[in-house]
Structure formats: structure tokens, C-alpha cells
């Protein structure tokens, strides 16, 4: 294959990537926007999403596509709910102070990891995309679900941020952001804005699991990565992610994925460094 079509496939893969990594970093970004939480254990809601949603679409006899689609409801409700429960018996009881989330949610991680390694096992597990339809290009054909995913992780982004800017509930979530004391004075309740805020974004990764697990085999480890990219691009989520998925997409493609996952875990080092509040935060 010549390099201009090699490239194309790469940046292609690398969208897909984006894709998923800016709908994981929703999650993250919405829960250390509203509660100054920084949740360790996001990837590991992801890896939920994935584990689920083989375990549903082994469950259900039927056509692939109508297993998945339970897959997609099922999934990020459980998760969203085990974040909750999580949310009510962890963070709340720290009254979400910073020090002590990031500790609770490192166990947090440790116990969700171990709980899936017990019930689920070691084994990486395949799930059946909903379709098989590929779209044929004049060098080469490519997976139409993998297109799918993106304008799927598209259109859940365009989803929530309509439902930031143009609904109530976000309008409460937005002034829980800015100012928790005076949302309370207002009749605000915080601990349930709190609660929401936190299932709902573990709700985005669990998404975003059951998306990606067509293409990338279920097991209980697929954690790290999405956490570890989701940090770079905690306060520019959609053109951080492409950036990122974009450049993993090319690397992996040219070079090996190992050397992609290094320098990613590099670029969060010097981000940690030199750009804490994130590549596009505003200074302190």
C-alpha cells in the first residue's frame, strides 16, 4: 500500500480512538468540573462498560445487533447506579475533599479491578459488532461500525452538552460548579446534584466501554489506558482527544503501540509538569 492511503487508514484508526477517548474524558471532565473531584477509578468504569456488555450480549439469544443495543442501555445504567452507591457510601461521607477522594478512589479502582478479575476472569472476551457492514474505499475497505462509533461518541457529546446548556438539570449542575454554598442557599440539593453528576460521567465511560468492545476485546485491565489519556485532556476534551487519538493512531500504525502508550504516558508527565490545570485550562 503507497503512504498516502497508509496514512489515511492511520488517521482513521486515530479518529476512532478520538472518538472513544473524548467520550470517556466527558465523564471525567463533568465530575472535576461540578464536584473538584478527581476520580482515579474512571477507567475502571470503563472497563465495566465493557465487561457488561459481553456479559449481556452473551445472555441474550437473538440477532448481534439487538444484544448490543441491550448491551448499550443495560450497561451504562449499572455502572451509573454502582456510582451512585459509590458516590453515597465513599465520597459523600469525605465530604469531597480533594485528598481524600483521590485515595478513596484509588481503592475504589483496586476493588472494581479485583471484583472483575474474580467474576469475570483473566481472559480478554470479543463481542460481536451489532453489523458487518464496510464501507469500500478505492485502496482499501474499512470497518463501517468503527464510522459508527464516531458519530455515535459524537452525537452523546452534542447530547450533553445541550443537556449542560439548555436544560435545568445543567443549569443546577452548572451553579453547583460555581458556587456550591450559595446553590444551597437557594434550595439547591447539593449531595443530590453530586450524586448524578458522578453517575453520570461514570455512565459516559461505561458508554464508551460498550462501544469500543467490538473492536477492542473485553478484559479487566483495559482500564489504565483511558484514564491515563483522559487526564491530558481533562479541561479540552474534544480537540484534546483528537489530538491525542489522532497522533496514538499514527504512531501505532508506523511504529508500535508500545511506543504510542510511552509517549502518551510521557505527554502526562510533562502536562502534570508544566500544564496542570490541563493542555487547554486557563493559569491559575
Do not use: C
Request: no cysteine; glycine share 8%.
Amino acid at each position: 500500500m503507497a503512504f498516502g492511503p497508509f496514512l489515511l487508514l492511520a488517521l482513521m484508526e486515530g479518529l476512532v480512538t478520538a472518538a472513544v477517548l473524548a467520550l470517556a474524558a466527558a465523564g471525567l471532565s463533568l465530575v472535576f468540573g461540578v464536584m473538584r473531584v478527581v476520580n482515579v477509578a474512571h477507567g475502571e468504569f470503563y472497563m465495566l462498560g465493557a465487561v457488561l456488555a459481553w456479559a449481556v450480549t452473551t445472555m441474550i439469544p437473538g440477532p448481534p445487533a439487538l444484544a448490543f443495543l441491550a448491551a448499550v442501555i443495560i450497561a451504562p445504567l449499572l455502572v451509573a447506579a454502582l456510582a451512585a452507591a459509590a458516590d453515597g457510601l465513599i465520597l459523600k461521607r469525605l465530604n469531597y475533599d480533594p485528598e481524600a477522594t483521590i485515595v478513596a478512589t484509588i481503592g475504589l479502582l483496586y476493588i472494581l479491578q479485583q471484583a472483575a478479575l474474580s467474576l469475570y476472569g483473566p481472559n480478554a472476551n470479543p463481542v460481536t459488532a451489532p453489523f458487518e457492514w464496510r464501507i469500500q474505499l478505492p485502496w482499501f475497505g474499512y470497518s463501517g461500525y468503527k464510522l459508527f462509533v464516531v458519530f455515535a461518541a459524537g452525537m452523546v457529546l452534542l447530547a450533553l452538552w445541550l443537556f449542560m446548556n439548555r436544560t435545568k438539570a445543567g443549569l443546577v449542575m452548572r451553579a453547583t460548579q460555581v458556587d456550591r454554598t450559595t446553590a444551597q442557599a437557594f434550595g439547591i440539593n447539593v449531595d443530590r446534584v453530586y450524586m448524578g453528576t458522578f453517575a453520570l460521567g461514570a455512565g459516559l465511560a461505561a458508554l464508551a466501554g460498550v462501544l469500543v468492545v467490538p473492536i477492542q476485546q473485553a478484559q479487566y485491565l483495559m482500564g489504565h489506558d483511558p484514564l491515563l489519556l483522559s487526564f491530558i485532556v481533562l479541561r479540552g476534551t474534544l480537540i484534546a482527544a483528537l489530538v491525542i487519538g489522532l497522533s496514538d493512531g499514527v504512531i501505532s500504525m508506523f511504529f508500535t503501540p508500545t511506543l504510542a502508550k510511552i509517549l502518551a504516558t510521557l505527554l502526562v508527565a510533562m502536562v502534570l509538569v508544566f500544564r496542570p490545570q490541563g493542555l487547554f485550562g486557563a493559569k491559575a
